[in-house]
């Protein structure tokens, strides 16, 4: 199995059937098991062997074939599914963290991830630094002997700036920090966030692991012992689980990943293309582009710009009147997506950041964040230059009435 390529492990690594050899992963919707005997009870709270479970807070044999699958893809010992991508981030951080720590953090986050950091881990006593993650130097400057984590998006959210995770882990790793990377803009499907180094690698697999918009879900990756001595435990007791339904969701997510996320990426490439270099965009951000600060980092660590682009129409009215112009493409905030969504970051997903900040994550008036899905890609193109004319005709109608 370790020599099969990602496309095959998406669709059978991990599997464990039932007594009726079912072809579908089974859904064990059940909370708790049956021990035959008293003994039985108290050997397996003593050690639980890899078929034995004793509370679906911690283990059930839907979600085990889940976190199975995704180690297995990812490349890493062992992983822990849990309630939301939130859940995965906030549990990898607070797990390993005390009061006295020192964290060094990109700023480039999303909301939710900053609020961790900033909120979160500092009401508790840990010192976090933020640095501006494309910049190695401003690593090296802000860690320190005894600095315990790094963390970072490996493709931020929106302005999709991509970080060097060999050039950031080995700054890490001389001084004894833990690598931790949210890759959900990279994709399971691309990523080599552990070859090249992250030692905990957290996905929303909200986004393109279930792919359709049906459920939340988060997982952590590492080593056994990071997953089972560190992080475990420390779910176990604050219990942020994912269900088995949403485990069953996420297995047969997994099984058309590779299929849709391919699809996404190309039609990225395509829109990102036609779109750059057009008269009315101050901006096109795709890492697939030449034209991408980060483009040679983003080709060797995933050799693919992604799912997702960004551009910038100008103003706020000129964003509102193209999302309001799409015809294919919904208004929404998830992304990765099978349906193209188009988010307005600066009213909706990220309006709650002060102006300055947003200016300085380069998160403007104008900027749309666009995540393709699986639909045509020239009926999407077709969608987003109607749109645009769209937006322009409103502007010249109200230059006319001014
Ligand atoms: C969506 C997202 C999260 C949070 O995931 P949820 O499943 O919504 O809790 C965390 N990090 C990144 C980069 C995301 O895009």
Redesign the pocket.
Known sequence: MTDWKKRTKAVHAGVRRSQYNEVSEAIFLTQGFVYDTAEDAEARFIQAGPDEFIYARYGNPTTSMFEQRMAVLEGTEDAFATA????A?SGALTSMLRAGDHVVSSRAL?G??LYILEEVLRRYGVEVTFVDGCDLDQWRAAVRPGTKAVFF?TVS?PTLEVIDIAGVAEIAHAAGAVVIA?N??ATPVFSRAAELGADVVVY????HVDGQGRA???IVLGTKQFVRKTLEPYMKHTGGAMSPFTSWIMLKGLETMDLRVRAQAATALALAKALEGHPQLARVIYPGLESHPQHAVAMAQTGSGGTVLSFDVGSREAAFAFLNALEIAVISNN?GDAKTIATHPASTTHQRLPDEQKAKLGITPGLIRFSCGIEDTDDLIADVMGALDAAQASRSARDAAE
Request: glycine share 14%.
């Open positions: 939301s991508g939130m859940a981030v999303f939710s991830c998006e959210n949210d959900v803009f929303s697999t909200t986004k939340l879900g988060g992304l």
